[in-house]
T-cell receptor, first 110, second 115 residues
């Protein structure tokens, strides 16, 4: 089982739609969680951290469920500019390395 | 000012050659990384390094070796390049993982093509 697994995608949604991505992690001792965004042929960039109580940043909401070992990202009112690959990232293990999921590709259609 | 810079951006080379990719960060971070992103876009950790230890992903061939002359640099040396090494290599840096809100900053990537 992979350390971090994501919805395979791709997701193709119309502008204005609400879309949700899920990510599961295998190490129950994982410490920190993030969502990164990667545009085509660009480097990954932090979208938002994920806190235990859940957190919101504008149209984006991140949730953490430690009991079920998954995190989610909700995007409301999708924009064309939201088209990208969304990467789930977990810090866990004694090495405390950032481990990336395989990414979920989102395309927002006009 | 570029926070994490890596060079070259593109590298085309023949099988069997030895090459290096340079990475520098000016963020004052104490941990640096190398990731490999293959054609399926999966980002896989190769190395993480801070002034305390080097952590090597056990699946990385020993033809790959990181070299850190100082805290701000982590270069990647690759010996005897193979076709399967073709990928995009990303350098990144962060404060020591495990600290609250550790954000990793990435370089623009080096697209390596082995022919």
């Amino acid at each position: 089982r992979k350390e971090v697994e994501q919805d395979p995608g791709p997701f193709n949604v119309p502008e204005g739609a609400t879309v949700a991505f899920n990510c599961t992690y295998s190490n129950s001792a994982s410490q920190s969680f993030f969502w990164y965004r990667q545009d085509c042929r660009k480097e990954p960039k932090l979208l938002m951290s994920v806190y235990s109580s859940g957190n919101e940043d504008g149209r984006f909401t991140a949730q953490l469920n430690r009991a079920s070992q998954y995190i989610s990202l909700l995007i409301r009112d999708s924009k064309l500019s939201d088209s990208a690959t969304y990467l789930c990232v977990v810090i866990s293990g004694s090495a405390r390395q950032l481990t990336f999921g395989s990414g979920t590709q989102l395309t927002v259609l006009p | 000012d570029t926070a994490v810079s890596q060079t070259p951006k593109y590298l085309v080379t023949q099988m069997g050659n030895d090459k290096s990719i340079k990475c520098e960060q000016n963020l004052g971070h104490d941990t640096m990384y190398w990731y490999k992103q293959d054609s399926k876009k999966f980002l896989k950790i190769m190395f993480s390094y801070n002034n305390k230890e080097l952590i090597i992903n056990e699946t990385v061939p020993n033809r790959f070796s990181p070299k850190s002359p100082d805290k701000a640099h982590l270069n990647l040396h690759i010996n005897s390049l193979e076709l399967g090494d073709s990928a995009v290599y990303f350098c990144a840096s962060s404060h020591e993982p495990g600290r609250v809100n550790t954000e990793a900053f990435f370089g623009q990537g080096t697209r390596l093509t082995v022919v």
